[in-house]
T-cell receptor, first 112, second 113 residues
Framework: DAKTTQPPSMDCAEGRAANLPCNHS???????VYWYRQIHSQGPQYIIH???NNETNEMASLIITEDRKSSTLILPHATLRDTAVYYCIVRLSPLSGNKLVFGAGTILRVKS | GAVVSQHPSRVICKSGTSVKIECRSLDFQATTMFWYRQFPKQSLMLMAT?????????EQGVEKDKFLINHASLTLSTLTVTSAHPEDSSFYIC?????????FGSGTRLTVV
């Protein structure tokens, strides 16, 4: 079973920051948080991942709370092309095969 | 960046026949690949973990005799749907660990008629 819960959908205005929350209260100490997004009928696209520290790359920022029970993905300037399903995933530990088990995700709609 | 090529992108087959889907890591070696299935408007469901040189590990409820997985080299894993039926129609996606993250293929749309 997935270890994450996300809101089913969110809207965001074009040009504004999109903040997507994720709860992972049962995460273990050596389990990473990954974010992917999927546009209709395509394979998921990697966005960012982290363990404890906040992370930033050219696509997004990942803010992880100190207790690691939740995180937020931030798209700083959302565009219409960012409309997609966003998945927050806890990568299982090496003992559990390093698997990515997907939850339901959040449908992000960016509107002009 | 890392690229995973999945082939074919679409396939239509008759009920009772078998279909093979290929997943290749183009610029890196992957000792482990994962296979997922996705039904319309649903999330990805992990089917199995494919390990190079050894037997695949299947998730609970996935029939290993129906979904045959072979990981013959560090760059190729195949999923064969045997004796396909209309209820096997779905979007099948593979992914491979590239040492940094997990790269996904573009998926295969299987339609069984």
């Amino acid at each position: 079973d997935a270890k994450t819960t996300q809101p089913p959908s969110m809207d965001c205005a074009e040009g504004r920051a999109a903040n997507l929350p994720c709860n992972h209260s049962t995460i273990s100490g050596n389990e990473y948080v990954y974010w992917y997004r999927q546009i209709h009928s395509q394979g998921p696209q990697y966005i960012i991942h982290g363990l404890k520290n906040n992370e930033t790359n050219e696509m997004a920022s990942l803010i992880i709370t100190e207790d690691r029970k939740s995180s937020t993905l931030i798209l700083p300037h959302a565009t219409l092309r960012d409309t997609a399903v966003y998945y927050c995933i806890v990568r299982l530990s090496p003992l559990s095969g390093n698997k990515l088990v997907f939850g339901a995700g959040t449908i992000l709609r960016v509107k002009s | 960046g890392a690229v995973v090529s999945q082939h074919p992108s679409r396939v239509i087959c008759k009920s009772g026949t078998s279909v093979k889907i290929e997943c290749r890591s183009l610029d890196f070696q992957a000792t482990t690949m994962f296979w997922y299935r996705q039904f319309p408007k649903q999330s990805l469901m992990l089917m199995a973990t494919s390990n190079e040189g050894s037997k695949a590990t299947y998730e609970q409820g996935v029939e290993k005799d129906k979904f045959l997985i072979n990981h013959a080299s560090l760059t190729l894993s195949t999923l064969t749907v045997t004796s396909a039926h209309p209820e096997d129609s779905s979007f099948y996606i593979c992914s491979a660990g590239d040492g940094y993250g997990y790269t996904f293929g573009s998926g295969t749309r299987l339609t069984v008629v």
